[in-house]
């Protein structure tokens, strides 16, 4: 196992761009994970999915994308639990990222969503610590909040498709409401 190795779950583009650069500056041979069955609808998935293609084609780094589509889990995981909805998704997706470096022989685990304000930041590293210790995948953790921006002048010039929400319908309906689901 190479332990400057990094797979790195990817949950659109525009947060992908930086933090893979990031990685890679700290000397780690990077690997992005797309597996995000919270992203609805479906063509809004598609839409994300075809963006971190594209990404990968123009930046060059190696894309390995989960095959089908776990909306069905996912809304059996997060139903009748939507005030702790993240924690839930979080922990679902990671935890394919933490199985998928095993398959891989890839030593470490990260994700952007470490790039993003709009994300449960403490509750996200929790749950990739206790990932890390249960399944011996060391998490690689950095504060990339306050180079959102610097992923964006990446990605701007590319015209790639840009989500105006999380992925999930409750943060649809949030962000198109200005109301949080209580």
Request: proline share 2%; hydrophobic share 35%.
């Amino acid at each position: 196992m190479n332990s400057k190795s990094v797979l790195i779950h990817c949950c659109c583009a525009h947060c992908a761009a930086y933090t893979l650069k990031y990685w890679q500056e700290q000397g780690y041979e990077t690997t992005a994970f797309w597996y995000n069955p919270n992203i609805h609808p479906y063509m809004e998935h598609q839409n994300r999915l075809e963006a971190m293609k594209v990404l990968a084609a123009n930046l060059n780094f190696h894309l390995v994308i989960t095959e089908g589509y776990d909306f069905i889990e996912y809304f059996r995981r997060v139903a009748g639990h939507e005030t702790g909805r993240c924690s839930l998704c979080f922990d679902m997706r990671l935890a394919k990222a933490t199985e998928t470096a095993i398959e891989l022989g890839i030593a470490n685990f990260t994700s952007t969503l470490l790039i993003s304000h709009q994300q449960k930041h403490d509750t996200l590293k929790e749950i990739c610590e206790s990932l890390a210790q249960h399944t011996g995948v060391n998490f690689l953790y950095a504060d990339l909040r306050k180079r959102y921006s610097d992923s964006r002048h990446i990605t701007k010039p590319m015209d790639l498709y840009r989500q105006q929400y999380c992925g999930c319908v409750y943060s649809e309906w949030e962000r198109y409401t200005n109301k949080t689901i209580e």
